[in-house]
């Protein structure tokens, strides 16, 4: 079965940085988009960014364009999301997602739309 395990969260002060990691197995990786996704308490789940399976073409939310990264390495089996000038705002627990799929579509900025999940890391910047 698809095993998606996120890694890299923790605490942070403003304006620092964090990179996460997103380790998957049981699937063919690049056959698949990557996403990630954050929830913060309270809110809904939100898309941060998407990657194509090349790689080649990215999505990212408005809040975190210039401040955020996401890439994959498939040989790896490994998509990365650099967070960089991080903010109170981007607290939250991050998760990461796999959907087959070979391009990116709007669809994919729908938690809904993914059918393989992490288990999610814990960000937390501190004012």
């Known amino acids: 079965q698809v095993q998606l395990v996120e890694s890299g969260g923790g605490l942070v002060q403003a304006g620092g940085s964090l990179r996460l990691s997103c380790a998957a197995s049981?699937?063919?990786?690049?056959?698949?988009?990557m996403g990630w996704f954050r929830q913060a308490p309270g809110k809904e789940r939100e898309c941060v960014a998407v990657?194509?399976?090349?790689?080649?073409?990215?999505y990212y939310t408005d809040s975190v364009k210039g401040r955020f990264t996401i890439s994959r390495n498939n040989a790896k089996n490994t998509v990365y999301l650099q967070m960089n000038s991080l903010k109170p705002e981007d607290t939250a627990v991050y998760y990461c997602?796999?959907?087959?799929?070979?391009?990116?579509?709007?669809?994919?900025?729908?938690?809904?739309?993914?059918?393989?999940w992490g288990q999610g890391t814990q960000v937390t910047v501190s004012s």
């Open positions: 049981g699937l063919i990786f690049s056959n698949y988009a």
């Open positions: 990657i194509s399976w090349t790689g080649g073409s990215t």
């Open positions: 997602a796999a959907q087959s799929a070979r391009y990116i579509s709007t669809g994919l900025r729908a938690a809904a739309n993914y059918d393989n």
